[in-house]
């Protein structure tokens, strides 16, 4: 299993530029979430979805949009990138929303000038 | 507001002893508290959960504790190794944000030889 896949690694964008970074999980789990993480600061939710369709805003949801079309995939789209949003982005998944443990991907380091 | 602490100065400790995390939290009644590893570049592993109802739970080295009257968990690494090093995060959620796990900064870990 490859558990959940983050792609791309790395990504420089332009302040304005939109952009898409992409989750997949293969464990067949109800719940996932985006996380930004940036220096001192803890991991701070943007938005999950607790089931294909299902989507909810976390703590810090504005200038991105998500949508779970299916099971496997939760992609997160930056609308038009803002230097602010430079930060790792993990996206992670477990089989429910509660008092399950999360799996994490391996993150996207995104920069944006 | 909601404030999940972790001490953010790296804790320094010689191969063989015990080192001690703590995560302190403010207006938070929390269901479950979750300890995640993180190495440099790669995304958090989870390591143990707890829940608000169990005083101590143990997982190898590891043992975690659970006081709701002091708000507050303790996270132990017994005969500490330098493969230990790494940075160690408290997460916290509650019954009334299921799906929204909230993470502290992390404490930074360094075990030498």
Known sequence: NAGV???????????????????????????????????????????????????????????????????????LRLLSAAPSQTSVYFCASSYSPNGEKLFFGSGTQLSVL | SQKIEQNSEALNIQEGKTATLTCNYTNYSPAYLQWYRQDPGRGPVFLLLIRENEKEKRKERLKVTFDTTLKQSLFH???SQPADSATYLCALETTDSWGKLQFGAGTQVVVTP
């Not at chain 1, 992409?22 to 979430?33: F, I, K, L, V």
């Open chain 2, 77 to 79: 690494i017994t005969a």
């Open chain 1, 5 to 75: 896949t983050q792609t791309p690694k790395f990504q420089v964008l332009k302040t304005g530029q939109s952009m898409t970074l992409q989750c997949a999980q293969d464990m067949n789990h109800e719940y996932m979430s985006w996380y930004r993480q940036d220096p001192g600061m803890g991991l701070r939710l943007i938005h999950y979805s607790v089931g294909a369709g299902i989507t909810d805003q976390g703590e810090v949801p504005n200038g991105y949009n998500v949508s779970r079309s299916t099971t496997e995939d939760f992609p």
